[in-house]
């Protein structure tokens, strides 16, 4: 008899409209200053020790979203990064230093790139090897 698979459990983690002053951008006048960007972070995340009786309440079996937040502004704050893209990685890759997050997902806007534009950005997704 077949063994029945079990899917995963998965838990979506996530920030959205993280507001950072960055310095950003390929163009003379994105160097001059920092400027208004949006962050938003999804992260899926093993879920499995909700199976394995460790209390609900249990603060080891959560990603802790604060850690996320402080590790954009941290990548933010290392200086100018001429690519969004490369912002969103250095997210990321923070992200995944936490071994239970499988899919990183981060998103990137300036809002104040162009004046008859919402928004501009970039989001990228990656996960774990």
Do not use: C, W
Request: proline residues 5%; hydrophobic residues 45%.
């Amino acid at each position: 008899m077949p063994t029945a698979v079990v899917p995963p459990r998965i838990r979506r983690v996530f920030v959205r409209g993280l507001e950072l002053q960055a310095r950003l951008g390929v163009y003379a006048h994105e160097k001059v200053g920092p400027q208004r960007i949006r962050v938003h972070i999804e992260l899926d995340v093993d879920d499995e020790s909700a199976a394995v009786g460790i209390g609900p309440d249990d603060l080891s079996r959560v990603v802790n979203y604060e850690r996320v937040v402080y590790a954009a502004r941290e990548a933010v704050a290392k200086g100018h990064v001429l690519l969004v893209e490369t912002l969103a990685e250095t997210i990321a890759a923070a992200a995944l230093e936490d071994p239970r997050v499988r899919l990183a997902r981060i998103s990137i806007e300036k809002p104040d790139a162009f004046a008859d534009t919402e928004t501009v950005g970039v989001t990228i997704e990656r996960s774990r090897a």
